[in-house]
């Protein structure tokens, strides 16, 4: 029994001989008929050498800290100038959007408000102070907004004035006009 399972085994494996040469024929057939049609590559130009010569300069991708404006003193006669002797107080160092009013209160009969910069830098500012970076003078203090006077040039030697506000809803980094 043993003998005839293994003839019968041996003549169904002979059977299944791989044929693969009409496979390989249709293969060397496609490569001879197909053309081949490679692009050539383009040819590159060489571009000059660009050096960066701006590295040591603040990346105009980051704000800008604790710079203050440069003002040119041109002076015309009969406009507002503001005042340029005056030395400049802690608050000047920073734009109106670094800032927001952190609180308010009344010591001693005087309005103060909390001031707190970008920075995390907490000031305590009173009516005529001054904060901004355009000579901005507070005017008033009440319910939690503090409205001052900016004087901004206008490029022809004169300045002109313009009422804005800091409240306690906005928060540093915020446009608060």
Same mark, same amino acid.
Request: proline fraction near 4%.
């Given at each position: 029994m043993k003998l005839i399972? *293994?003839?019968?085994?041996?003549i169904v494996l002979c059977g299944c001989?791989?044929? *693969?040469? /009409? $496979?390989?024929? &249709?293969i060397t057939q496609v490569k001879q008929e =197909?053309?081949?049609s490679i692009e050539p590559y383009p040819q590159f130009?060489?571009?000059? =050498?660009f +050096?960066?010569?701006? +590295?040591?300069?603040?990346?105009?991708f980051q704000h800008p800290r604790n710079m203050g404006v440069e003002v040119q003193q041109v002076s015309q006669p009969n406009c507002p100038q503001p005042d340029f002797s005056r030395s #400049?107080?802690? $608050?000047e160092r920073f734009g109106i959007d670094a800032?927001? *009013?952190?609180?308010?209160? =009344?010591?001693?009969? #005087?309005?103060?408000?909390? +001031?707190?910069?970008? %920075?995390?830098?907490?000031? #305590? *500012? %009173? #009516?005529? /102070? &001054? $904060?901004? $970076?355009?000579f901005g003078k507070i005017d008033s203090i009440n319910n939690g907004i503090v409205s001052? =006077?900016?004087?901004l040039p206008d490029g022809a030697g004169c300045w002109q004035k313009k009422q804005a506000t800091l409240t306690m809803l906005s928060k540093a980094g915020e446009k608060n006009v």
């Open positions: 399972a *293994v003839s019968a085994l041996t001989n791989a044929g *693969v040469g /009409d $496979l390989q024929q &249709y =197909t053309p081949v130009e060489a571009k000059p =050498t +050096i960066y010569s701006a +590295i040591e300069l603040r990346s105009p #400049k107080q802690a $608050l800032l927001s *009013v952190m609180g308010v209160f =009344t010591s001693n009969g #005087k309005r103060w408000a909390l +001031i707190q910069s970008n %920075t995390g830098s907490l000031f #305590k *500012v %009173t #009516k005529g /102070d &001054y $904060l901004g $970076l355009f001052f =006077t900016e004087m």
